[in-house]
């Protein structure tokens, strides 16, 4: 539900319905449009009437939200989201780069290609300290030890880092040394680590699932957002089809779907997405032709020996050569 508010209203007159609704138990966003100032109620608003709402005089009219999910809506806010993470935006025109190997192997691996991707123009480095594999015999991450690697080349470069989260167990640590926590494809619908992912209130990528429909992603965001944290980044990496030329099939569609209904900023993985290196470039082109806030692409010095989806893993001369056409492609959509 939206309470469109009258025009001039004062602060004063907004703090009795926060409290009133909040006592509810309903999430309470205010909205803020061009001429227009609103509030948005979140949670259970099925027992809620018109006059419940319209005993507060400021309350000009209000509005049903039909979408099952309501603060990842762009109804709720209907601007784009631009989030500023660690000195960098992203969203609403800020385009976002994030880049690093797919699994953390060594102190050296991880910190030369922090540094390389760095200087080719990346925002964020991505590494994996925790890796979900679909065998029980892959290589599984250094866990807490590649985590400490992963502060270690942030200290050293400057880079905010981005990995995954597996278990609920860990929580605390993610909450003091992640920037921004990886929530990945398998654990889309693990509805009980997405809201105490949100209760950290920390950036949050949110990966679509391989078989998950756009509104089913929608709804893991809003349980994200459900459990307090705001910054929430979509991310499509692929889905799973008939198709077996590439590792997934990648949803570029899913781009524009999702501005159209969120306000949240959209993001591609043409690394998983596709599951072969010299996909990634066209891919990552077409991603930000189409709209994409930004990008996460994996990037490997060595990619023949790495420990993780070498296959799919574009060396750094490649990234500093995509970076720039990048700039190209995003300078003439403008």
């Known amino acids: 539900m939206i309470l469109i508010l009258k025009p001039g209203t004062e602060e004063s007159e907004i703090e009795p319905i926060r409290k009133a609704f909040e006592a509810r138990g309903l999430i309470i966003q205010e909205i803020k449009g061009e001429a227009t ?17 319209m005993i507060f005089p400021c309350v000009d009219r209000i509005m049903r939200v039909s979408e099952p999910y309501k603060l990842a809506s762009r109804k709720f806010h209907p601007t784009d989201s631009v989030f500023e993470i660690a000195g960098r935006k992203i969203g609403g025109g800020e385009f976002a780069v994030i880049a690093g190997p797919c699994s953390v192997e060594s102190e050296e691996q991880v910190v030369s290609i922090a540094e390389l991707v760095k200087e080719s123009g990346a925002d964020f480095l991505r590494g994996g300290a925790f890796k979900p594999r679909t065998s029980p015999y892959a ?10 690697l992963l502060d270690l080349a942030r200290k050293k470069t400057g880079l905010p880092i981005v990995t995954e989260i ?48 756009i509104e089913e992603l929608l709804m893991s965001a809003e349980y994200v957002m459900s459990g307090g944290a705001t910054q929430v980044i979509l991310c ?15 949803d570029l569609s899913a781009i524009p779907v999702l501005h159209t209904k969120s306000h949240l ?3 591609i993985d043409p690394s998983h997405s596709t599951g072969y290196a010299h996909l990634v ?17 994996e990037v490997h010095n060595n990619p023949e020996k790495a420990l993780c989806d070498g296959a799919q893993s574009i060396r750094p001369a490649v990234f500093d050569d995509l970076m720039k056409k990048l700039t190209k492609v995003r300078e003439a959509i403008k």
Do not use: H, W
Request: aromatic share 4%; net charge negative.
């Open 37 to 53: 100032r609103m509030i948005g109620l979140a949670g259970d608003t099925s027992k809620l009437t018109e006059d419940d709402a």
């Open 139 to 148: 290589f599984k991450g250094l866990g807490l030890d590649g985590l400490e």
């Open 166 to 213: 597996m278990s609920p167990e860990y929580l605390d640590i993610f909450a003091e040394k992640v920037d921004i926590i990886q929530i990945g494809a398998r654990n889309m619908q693990n509805f009980t680590l997405l809201r105490q992912v949100g209760e950290l209130k920390k950036p949050v990528l949110l990966k679509r699932g391989m078989s998950s429909t």
């Open 236 to 250: 499509e990496r692929g889905i799973r089809t008939f198709e077996t030329s590439t590792r997934n099939t990648l």
């Open 265 to 267: 900023p959209v993001v």
């Open 281 to 297: 470039v066209p891919m990552s082109l077409a991603a930000a032709a189409c709209g994409a806030d930004g990008l996460e692409i």
